[in-house]
C-alpha cells in the first residue's frame, strides 16, 4: 500500500499516523521531513515496539522511487502487526513538492538559539568544544500520544 505526499502532509498535520524516516543516520542528519522518527530498517525488529505502540498508523519514507528502502521497511512493519503504507517517492518527492525539510543546517540554527554555553561561545558548525551540561526538558511527545519522549534545549 502506497500514499501521496500530500495525502502524509495532511495525515502527519492532522496527527493519523507516526511518520517514519528508515534511512541511515548520515541520511537523516542530511535531511530529513519535521515530525519524522527516525528508524533505520534494520533497527525495526527489535526496536519498533519500544518507540511506537502496537497498532498505532505508520507511514514510512525512504530516499526517492530508486530506492526500495520504504518498501523494505513496510515489510517489517507488517511483520510487526503495524498498519503501514510507504510514501510515494520519499523525502526526494516530499522535498520537490515544495513541503518542508529539516537540514543540518535549520537543526544548528536551533541549537544556537539555546542557551548550551555559559560563556557566551556560540557552536560552530563542525566544531565540539568540550563537554558541556545541556538543559533538557521532557515533554509530551505529539507524535505518540501519551509518551514522553521528547528532549529539546530550553530557550531563555
Given at each position: 500500500?502506497?500514499?501521496?505526499?500530500?495525502?502524509?502532509?495532511?495525515?502527519?498535520?492532522?496527527?493519523?499516523?507516526?511518520?517514519?524516516?528508515?534511512?541511515?543516520?548520515?541520511?537523516?542528519?542530511?535531511?530529513?521531513?519535521?515530525?519524522?522518527?527516525?528508524?533505520?530498517?534494520?533497527?525495526?525488529?527489535?526496536?519498533?515496539?519500544?518507540?511506537?505502540?502496537?497498532?498505532?498508523?505508520?507511514?514510512?519514507?525512504?530516499?526517492?522511487?530508486?530506492?526500495?528502502g520504504s518498501t523494505l521497511a513496510a515489510l517489517a512493519f507488517?511483520?510487526?502487526?503495524?498498519?503501514?503504507?510507504?510514501?510515494?517517492?520519499?523525502?526526494?518527492?516530499?522535498?520537490?513538492?515544495?513541503?518542508?525539510?529539516?537540514?543540518?543546517?535549520?537543526?544548528?540554527?536551533?541549537?544556537?538559539?539555546?542557551?548550551?554555553?555559559?560563556?557566551?561561545?556560540?557552536?560552530?558548525?563542525?566544531?565540539?568544544?568540550?563537554?558541556?551540561?545541556?538543559?533538557?526538558?521532557?515533554?509530551?511527545?505529539?507524535?505518540?500520544?501519551?509518551?514522553?519522549?521528547?528532549?529539546?534545549?530550553?530557550?531563555?
Open positions: 500500500m502506497e500514499i501521496d505526499v500530500t495525502d502524509v502532509r495532511a495525515g502527519l498535520d492532522a496527527g493519523k499516523f507516526v511518520l517514519v524516516d528508515t534511512r541511515r543516520h548520515a541520511s537523516w542528519e542530511h535531511s530529513h521531513i519535521p515530525g519524522a522518527l527516525h528508524l533505520p530498517t534494520v533497527l525495526i525488529p527489535n526496536q519498533a515496539h519500544v518507540l511506537i505502540p502496537a497498532g498505532t498508523p505508520v507511514v514510512v519514507y525512504s530516499w526517492g522511487l530508486g530506492c526500495n507488517a511483520e510487526l502487526g503495524y498498519p503501514m503504507p510507504a510514501m510515494i517517492g520519499g523525502i526526494e518527492y516530499w522535498a520537490r513538492n515544495g513541503l518542508p525539510v529539516e537540514t543540518f543546517d535549520s537543526i544548528t540554527t536551533v541549537w544556537e538559539e539555546c542557551q548550551i554555553l555559559s560563556y557566551g561561545i556560540r557552536p560552530k558548525r563542525g566544531n565540539f568544544l568540550a563537554p558541556v551540561t545541556i538543559p533538557w526538558v521532557i515533554e509530551p511527545d505529539t507524535h505518540l500520544p501519551g509518551c514522553q519522549v521528547s528532549s529539546r534545549c530550553r530557550r531563555g
